[in-house]
């Protein structure tokens, strides 16, 4: 068994469904899982309608709603021709359709949108791209099964950001999605959805479905998760930055977390842990370019070939410079202080102290202000927002102190706010001002993976 997950751009239109339908077909012999995203832009413009109808905007809310259901009413046009399937979509998107209206109704009536109201919004993405593909598949003479990933995908209530539930998700896998894989289905699911065990419909937070993918993947012992993507692979930086980025061939499960968690968009950061724990390897591939191998990411066998593998960056970060002369050598200092950020389920990104000051740098500052007001209590605490942490990852980081240093002198005149190197000591964060980051991801990049510099060791493993 395999599990494989089709991102936005991979099923944005019928060529790009037609392309999956294709890639699945050659991995039948495997036994496929199927996971999809919505596709490319539908999360996005069902978030603006559950924005636009707290606001009142009924009427802008509607208009992407039409926008929406023509969407995926061509795909149906373009994708199914048998007489039956083709009206029964029709006829769903058209209940979707009325029932996000009536959804947007309600809340403009109220004023105010919740987590889950905006869960059940942008479910609708999944749930319609997921029942689209699953019948094309069935057109295309693969035998599919729809699933409902509200029927496994078992989460909390955190709504927006949902934590699933493994020994219940793994119990419903194996009841609901094993015995059809083994009877010969290809299951098609939704990523990103999930409901409570009450059945209220939840996601696990924005680019979510790799996460979904992985967790079934390990939960049923997968051969292989393959996520299927519109680049060649994980690349040595964002391709948005760097046009000429080079395909990284293999790279570690711990590489690929930490890539993924300071910000590499190809991988959503908890990706890697569920493969982790039952050494799964995932392969990151193009569905634009099927013949190309991707990137495997894998279990280190400790030979990783290269000093450096790719660069990350997270933008919006803000900076906590947090100073106690009077508790500072208190030995529960930086327990009152974590204390504060777990309470407000802020997490520290990078840390990095002083004789006299803690620096804490964080994404999320919706508590920002709470954090601040309870950490006055006991210490000085400022903020700087408009900071971006940049980050280098390679497991051979830790081998080659040299490594520093290069990266530092190639970045002389950029204002540097802040370093840590990951207790894992395969990568090395910092911090610069948002607008600094592209000329830094550049410069490193150009220092690290230009065929100038002195990377012959790494010709192996990029393209
Ligand atoms: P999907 O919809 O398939 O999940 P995403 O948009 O979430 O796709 O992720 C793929 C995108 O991630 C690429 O198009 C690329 O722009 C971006 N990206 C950022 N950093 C990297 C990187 N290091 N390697 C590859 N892609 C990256
Ligand atoms: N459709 C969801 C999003 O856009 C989940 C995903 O694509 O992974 O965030
Ligand atoms: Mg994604």
């Known amino acids: 068994m395999i599990v494989m997950k089709f991102g936005g751009t991979s099923v944005e239109d019928s060529d790009a469904i037609r392309k999956v339908i294709e890639i699945v077909r050659t991995e039948l012999h495997r036994n496929p899982i199927v996971f999809v995203s919505a596709c490319a832009g539908v999360t996005n413009q069902l978030?603006?309608?559950?924005?636009?109808?707290?606001?009142?905007?009924?009427?802008?809310a509607n208009d992407y709603i039409t926008a929406i259901r023509t969407r995926h009413e061509k795909l149906v046009d373009e994708l199914i021709h048998s007489e039956?399937?083709?009206?029964?979509?029709?006829?769903k998107i058209s209940v979707y359709a009325h029932e996000l209206k009536?959804?947007?109704?309600?809340?403009?009536?109220?004023?105010?949108?919740?987590?889950?109201?905006?869960?059940?919004?942008?479910?609708?993405?999944?749930?319609?791209?997921?029942?689209?593909?699953?019948?094309?598949?069935e057109e295309s003479s693969l035998k599919s099964m729809l699933v409902d990933a509200r029927e496994f995908m078992i989460t909390n209530d955190s709504f927006t950001k949902a934590v699933p539930i493994f020994p219940v998700v793994e119990e419903r896998a194996k009841k609901l999605i094993e015995p059809l894989v083994l009877n010969g289905y290809v299951v098609v699911t939704q990523g990103f959805i999930g409901a409570t065990q009450s059945g209220i419909t939840t996601t696990i937070g924005r680019g979510g479905s790799d996460y979904s993918a992985s967790i079934i993947g390990s939960l049923l012992d997968a051969a292989e998760i393959q996520i299927w993507t519109d680049v060649d692979g994980v690349l040595t930086a964002d391709p948005?930055?760097?046009?000429?980025?080079?395909?990284?061939?293999?790279?570690?499960?711990?590489?690929?977390s930490e890539l993924a968690y300071f910000g590499a968009r190809v991988l959503h950061p908890k990706t890697i842990?569920?493969?982790?724990?039952?050494?799964?390897?995932?392969?990151?591939?193009?569905?634009?370019?099927?013949?190309?191998?991707?990137?495997?990411?894998?279990?280190?066998d400790g030979n990783e070939e290269c000093i450096a593998k790719s660069i990350a960056y997270k933008e919006r970060t803000t900076l906590l410079n947090i100073e106690s002369s009077r508790m500072f050598l208190a030995p529960d200092f930086l327990e009152a202080i974590f204390s504060v950020f777990s309470k407000y389920h802020t997490i520290a990104h990078a840390v990095a102290t002083s004789e006299v000051s803690v620096t804490v740098a964080i994404e999320d500052t919706s508590r920002l202000d709470d954090i601040k007001r309870e950490i006055s209590e006991f210490a000085e605490i400022t903020s700087s927002g408009g900071k971006a942490i940049v980050c280098v990852v390679g497991e051979n980081i830790r081998n080659n102190p040299g490594v520093v240093g290069r990266i530092f002198s190639s970045l002389r005149d950029i204002r540097i706010n802040m370093i840590s190197?990951?207790?894992?000591?395969?990568?090395?964060?910092?911090?610069?001002?948002?607008?600094?980051?592209?000329?830094a991801v550049r410069r490193l990049h150009n220092e690290l993976f230009s065929n100038t510099s002195s990377q012959e060791l790494s010709s192996e493993i990029f393209d």
């Open 47 to 60: 978030l603006k309608v559950a924005d636009l109808s707290a606001a009142g905007k009924k009427d802008e």
């Open 421 to 439: 190197q990951g207790a894992s000591e395969i990568n090395i964060g910092f911090v610069v001002d948002d607008d600094d980051i592209e000329e």
């Open 102 to 137: 009536n959804l947007s109704q309600a809340i403009s009536v109220i004023g105010e949108i919740t987590g889950r109201s905006r869960d059940t919004i942008a479910s609708y993405g999944e749930r319609l791209s997921s029942m689209i593909i699953a019948q094309a598949m």
């Open 273 to 300: 842990l569920p493969a982790i724990e039952k050494n799964i390897p995932v392969y990151v591939r193009n569905s634009r370019n099927p013949s190309y191998q991707g990137t495997l990411i894998r279990r280190s």
């Open 84 to 91: 039956l399937p083709k009206n029964y979509l029709k006829g």
């Open 240 to 256: 948005s930055i760097i046009p000429g980025a080079r395909r990284i061939k293999r790279m570690s499960f711990n590489e690929a």
